[in-house]
């Protein structure tokens, strides 16, 4: 009996997609990852836009207005189980505040608040959202990556086999956030080439400082030689996960006088001091 079962496990596992969702490699190839294939370093609009379009779209009129039905807040993956009916002028307007964010119109700038009454599936459509993103980061058309640094002191973190451990920047940040300022546009005019104005990647903001640290510092011990401060990150493909808190957040409603704000922003591990410093 126990036989049988771990022998349907073992023929139901897919080995290939594992190894796939938790490739991990060196910069280099991360960057001919994005030459191949740009969409990996899009932005979180551009990616949630993507994601539902790829479920399918459907255009059908109603009293002469040309209405458009998003197949994505159907829930075919989950077979309807969050279903969103009688509602796709509202799922209109949201995807098109997602697609004008993907195009750096202004709105990705802003604070996207659903109003409603109750029973009007503000938290079915956040709900579909977190977990369409979930699924979709399992996909090929789906990958983004981040990043890690290898510990290549002794630090008391190195795995069984004496290789350095990998310590994973902790905010899960875009690759390309190493590449110094001043080459960003280089790089940028080799990827963004032959792609549409719409779907050009941009490189925004700085590394955490955690990344920032670690930038530095790698930088003095190489004398200022990016490219052998590359040698010591190491890119893997994230997966999205609320429940790990990777990439996607929740903030649970409470009484407005004793919300407790660590909850959004994170509490402080002082376990880390030990690991860190104080810094």
């Known amino acids: ?6 022998s349907l496990i073992r023929e139901k596992q897919d080995l290939r997609r594992f190894k ?10 991360y960057l001919e990852i994005v030459r191949r294939n740009p969409k990996v370093a899009r932005s979180a609009f551009q990616r949630i836009y993507d994601m539902i ?23 075919p993956q989950f077979a309807g189980e969050d279903a969103i009916y009688g509602l796709d002028r509202t799922l209109m307007k949201l995807v098109n505040v997602f697609k004008s964010a993907s195009r750096r119109y202004g709105t990705e700038k802003r604070v996207i608040l659903l109003h409603g009454p109750v029973g009007s599936s503000k938290s079915t459509i956040a709900r579909l959202l977190k977990r369409g ?15 890690g640094w290898k510990q290549t002191e002794k630090t008391g973190l ?29 790089v940028l005019e ?9 779907e050009k990647i941009v490189i925004e903001g700085n590394l955490c400082p955690f990344c920032r640290y670690m930038y530095k510092e790698s930088l003095k011990k190489y004398g200022g030689d990016w490219t052998r401060v590359m ?22 409603p409470k009484d407005e006088k004793n919300q407790d704000s660590t909850e959004l922003t994170g509490d402080i591990n002082y376990r880390k001091i030990a690991e860190y410093g104080s810094d």
């Not at 796939?20 to 190839?29: H, I, K, L, R």
């Not at 980061?137 to 983004?144: I, P, R, V, Y």
């Not at 080799?190 to 719409?198: K, Q, T």
Request: proline share 5%; hydrophobic share 30%.
């Open 133 to 147: 993103l979930e699924e979709y980061s399992k996909t090929d058309e789906g990958a983004l990556y981040s990043f």
């Open 158 to 186: 190195e795995t069984s086999d004496g290789k350095p451990s990998v310590v994973k920047c902790p905010m899960h940040e875009e690759p390309l956030h190493l590449i110094p300022p001043n080459f960003r546009s280089f």
């Open 20 to 29: 796939e969702q938790n490739w991990e490699g060196s910069y280099a190839e």
């Open 231 to 252: 040698e010591d990150v190491v890119v893997y493909r994230l997966i999205l996960s609320e429940e790990d808190r990777i990439g996607i957040g929740t903030f649970q």
């Open 190 to 198: 080799e990827i963004n080439r032959n792609l549409p104005e719409e």
């Open 1 to 6: 009996m126990v036989d049988s079962i771990i």
């Open 53 to 75: 379009l790829s479920y399918g779209v459907e255009e059908y009129t109603e009293h002469k207005e040309k209405l458009i039905r998003y197949k994505f807040f159907s829930d």
